[in-house]
C-alpha cells in the first residue's frame, strides 16, 4: 500500500511526463484538445497557477504558460500553433453547447 507521499510523487510524475508529451508534441493544437478532451496547454497553465495559490505561493500566468509549454507562449504560438480551420471552430462551438 502506498502512502499519501508516494501516492504525490507518483502524480507528479505523470505530470511531468503528461507535460513533456504536450511539450514534444507541438502539431497537437490546443483546440484539438479542447474538442476532445476538454482541457488544454492553457487550462494546465491556470489549474497550475490555482493550485500554487491554494498553498500560498504566487505564480504569474505567464510564468505558469512557460513551466507548461517549455518556451514563453509568444514563441510556441508563432513556431507551432496554426490557425483553427472552419471545421475545428464549428466544433469547438458544438462542444460548448453541450
Known amino acids: 500500500m502506498s502512502t499519501e507521499r508516494t501516492t504525490e510523487g507518483i502524480e507528479a510524475?505523470?505530470?511531468?511526463?503528461?507535460?513533456?508529451h504536450l511539450q514534444q508534441n507541438t502539431d497537437v493544437q490546443n483546440i484539438d484538445l479542447m474538442i476532445l478532451a476538454d482541457?488544454?496547454?492553457n487550462c494546465l497553465s491556470k489549474w497550475y497557477v490555482a493550485e500554487a495559490s491554494d498553498r500560498g505561493v504566487e505564480l504569474d500566468y505567464e510564468d505558469a504558460r512557460e513551466l507548461i509549454y517549455?518556451?514563453?507562449?509568444?514563441?510556441?504560438?508563432?513556431?507551432?500553433?496554426?490557425?483553427a480551420s472552419p471545421e475545428q471552430l464549428a466544433a469547438m462551438d458544438a462542444r460548448r453547447s453541450r
Do not use: I, N
Open 70 to 83: 517549455g518556451m514563453p507562449y509568444s514563441q510556441w504560438k508563432s513556431e507551432h500553433q496554426t490557425p
Open 13 to 20: 510524475a505523470v505530470f511531468r511526463r503528461l507535460r513533456d
Open 39 to 41: 482541457f488544454c496547454r
